[in-house]
């Protein structure tokens, strides 16, 4: 079973982070989630009751977590804390994680197309380094797999809420590019762009790797789960 690792991250030895793939099963509903994670947990050598899962507001509110309760509500999840593993649900929003590595920060993010218009990514980056005194340019990111502008059609009104060069006009259908956007919001939060990597992977193109939203069109949405942690 595939774990999507981010290539940034990989000389951080105590880091634990990636994103499952659809052969690992949902994470959405509550006892799919309950089996999958407990499974993940056994491959990471972690503890499954460290995990600590955002409980998805397609907002942009922040959160910072001191101690591992099962469930926030909140599309950002902050830690300084070793031993909690941050964990949010993707199947076509774009996960987004941080590191500080010299006060070791971390943070999560479920960065959706409302999340996204809200400037959560921008506001993050602000709030984060005003509570641990770091320096937004020391940060590092990783942009994971999540649709991309070939397939991300949205309403006029959608549109509206971004600049128009993340917008592109096919048949005059309009398509967002999320992952530039939340590349855009980092960069205007005075990230450095040699220390962010984006994911080129399309959860919609690759069918046998992702669970889609948009693809599989299901009332009942199946997810992708991105994690991100620090061993003791």
């Not at 809420?161 to 992952?179: E, V």
């Amino acid at each position: 079973m595939e774990i999507v690792r981010p290539k940034i991250f990989s000389k951080y030895k105590s880091l634990i982070c990636g994103i499952t793939t659809r052969s690992w099963g949902d994470f959405k509903e509550p006892a799919e989630y309950k089996k999958n994670s407990k499974r993940l947990a056994k491959k990471l050598k972690i503890d499954p009751a460290r995990i600590v899962k955002a409980g998805i507001q397609n907002g942009s509110d922040i959160v910072f977590i001191d101690k591992n309760k099962k469930n926030y509500p909140g599309d950002c999840l902050v830690s300084s804390k070793r031993n909690i593993y941050l964990m949010v649900t993707v199947a076509d929003c774009v996960p987004v994680m941080f590191f500080e590595p010299q006060r070791k920060i971390i943070a999560l993010v479920h960065a959706g197309w409302k999340g996204l218009a809200k400037s959560i990514l921008k506001k993050a980056v602000k709030k984060i380094c005003m509570k641990y005194g770091i320096r937004p340019e020391n940060l590092i990111f990783y942009i994971g797999p999540s649709i991309s502008k070939c397939h991300f059609e949205v309403r006029p009104a959608v549109a509206g809420l971004f600049p128009a060069s993340l917008i592109t006009k096919r048949s005059n259908k309009l398509f967002i590019d999320l992952k530039n956007a939340a590349k855009s919001q980092l960069l205007s939060a005075r990230a450095d762009t040699k220390k962010i990597e984006v994911s080129s992977d399309c959860t919609y193109c690759l069918s046998k790797k992702y669970f889609s939203f948009r693809r599989e069109g299901k009332k009942t949405i199946t997810a992708q789960a991105a994690f991100l942690g620090m061993k003791k």
